[in-house]
């Protein structure tokens, strides 16, 4: 079966620092997300990406978040300057269509120092 | 507005008895139902969805679920559970007329022993 694949598995970074977590979504796939799901809560969506731009994005996607497809193949979220709160575990998924079934990556910890 | 509740926060059956976990969801209208799997260190695996016709879906792995619109609730069931279904198991919702969303649930932690 087709995979998303995600890099790094791991991510340690010192608080105000930027990251760059990469995604790559199924190849003939048109719909991209980024959800997080902080130590013992619920996944929780974060933005969605169509047509080379943001479709969706909730109250946690604030300012310092920014989501790029900078080529044919990869996903990425940019955190500008993260915060201790920004730990979690983050999902990349991606999908053929509205309302179709998500394919998840095993996920990237991001742990902000 | 919607949200996935699943009232079970963990569970632990025997290998080999039934399994049943709960979901419940509000919605303004039949959403699109769908179950998750996360096993340690991995991702999301879809085990099985609903978006119409029959109500009774079957997923992979043995798991089934049923669509209960008066009771709003999307449970997940497994005839006999095996030691490799321990996982956090979560439910979701969304629905392409609201939006790319999909709303997640708390999730089940599910033990099985021997």
């Known amino acids: 079966e087709p995979e998303v694949t995600q890099t790094p598995s791991h991510q340690v970074t010192q608080m105000g620092q930027e990251v760059i977590l990469r995604c790559v979504p199924i190849?003939?796939?048109?719909?991209f997300y980024w959800y997080r799901q902080i130590l013992g809560q619920k996944v929780e969506f974060l933005v969605s990406?169509?047509?080379?731009?943001?479709?969706?994005k909730s109250e946690i996607f604030d300012d310092q978040f920014s989501v790029e497809r900078p080529d044919g193949s990869n996903f990425t979220l940019k955190i500008r300057s993260t915060k201790l709160e920004d730990s979690a575990m983050y999902f990349c998924?991606?999908?053929?269509?509205?309302?179709?079934?998500?394919?998840f990556g095993s996920g990237t910890q991001l742990s902000v120092l | 507005a919607q949200s996935v509740t699943q009232p079970d926060i963990h569970i632990t059956v025997s290998e080999g008895a039934s399994l049943e976990l709960r979901c419940n969801y509000s919605?303004?209208?039949?959403?699109?139902l769908f179950w998750y799997v996360q096993s340690p260190g991995q991702g999301l695996q879809l085990l099985l969805k609903?978006?119409?016709?029959?109500?009774l879906v079957q997923g992979i792995k043995g798991f089934e679920a049923e669509f209960k619109r008066s009771q709003s609730s999307f449970n997940l069931r497994k005839p006999s559970v095996h030691w490799s279904d321990a996982a956090e198991y979560f439910c979701?919702?969304?629905?392409?007329?609201?939006?790319?969303?999909?709303?997640f649930g708390t999730g089940t932690s599910l033990t099985v022993i021997p």
């Open positions: 998924a991606s999908s053929g269509g509205l309302g179709e079934k998500l394919f």
């Open positions: 190849s003939n796939h048109l719909y």
């Open positions: 990406f169509y047509n080379n731009e943001i479709s969706e």
């Open positions: 919605y303004g209208a039949t959403p699109y």
């Open positions: 609903y978006f119409s016709g029959d109500t």
């Open positions: 979701a919702v969304g629905h392409p007329n609201t939006g790319n969303q999909f709303y």
